[in-house]
């Protein structure tokens, strides 16, 4: 068998690969959708139900495309805040900041946002519990942060 083969081979094989190449790179832009913003966010939580989150980098969020989602130990809350809200089941009260109804409605760096969970409202978040808090825009996940529950002083 000549010796040629093999060369040959091989260019064919590094031929097909710089198409294949090619035919993903052209086809990625074309995914629907552009990727969302990043945003950080930090979150505290206490034993007593406070939980405040503050928005450290970013853009601004407009509070009426937001959604927050708040897990404990990675069970969601029965009953999740809606943002803006005032007396909402499962919170006592309004929030503070942005996500009370009579707040800005653009959530800025800086900001901080708290509501407190009632103990109606499950699961509970008691001392060494990881708090989870996903805050989306337009129904995509922006910013995640997680804190352990601390016991209330």
């Known amino acids: 068998m000549p010796r040629g083969y ?13 198409v294949a190449a090619a035919a993903v790179a052209t086809a990625v832009p074309a995914l629907p959708g ?9 979150a ?4 007593d139900g406070r939980v405040q989150v503050t928005l450290h980098a970013g ?8 959604t927050v989602r708040i897990a404990v130990d990675g069970e969601p ?4 805040p809606p943002v803006p809200f005032f007396a909402a089941r499962g919170f006592h009260g309004g929030p503070t900041g942005p996500f009370n ?4 409605q653009s959530w800025a760096v800086g900001e901080t946002a ?17 708090l989870t808090v996903r ?9 995640v942060g997680e804190t352990t529950v601390e016991k209330t002083s």
């Not at 552009?34 to 930090?42: H, K, L, T, Y």
């Not at 809350?77 to 999740?80: F, M, P, S, T, Y």
């Open 6 to 18: 093999a060369p040959v081979a091989v260019v064919l094989l590094l031929a097909v690969t710089v």
């Open 135 to 143: 805050v989306l825009v337009d129904g995509r996940v922006v910013a």
């Open 77 to 80: 809350l029965a009953h999740q």
């Open 44 to 47: 505290d939580a206490t034993s």
């Open 101 to 104: 109804v009579a707040a800005d």
């Open 114 to 130: 708290s509501l407190q969970v009632t103990g109606t409202n499950s699961p509970a978040l008691r001392v060494g519990a990881t």
């Open 34 to 42: 552009d990727p969302p913003p990043q945003r950080g966010v930090a």
């Open 59 to 66: 853009e601004s969020i407009d509070i009426e495309s937001a």
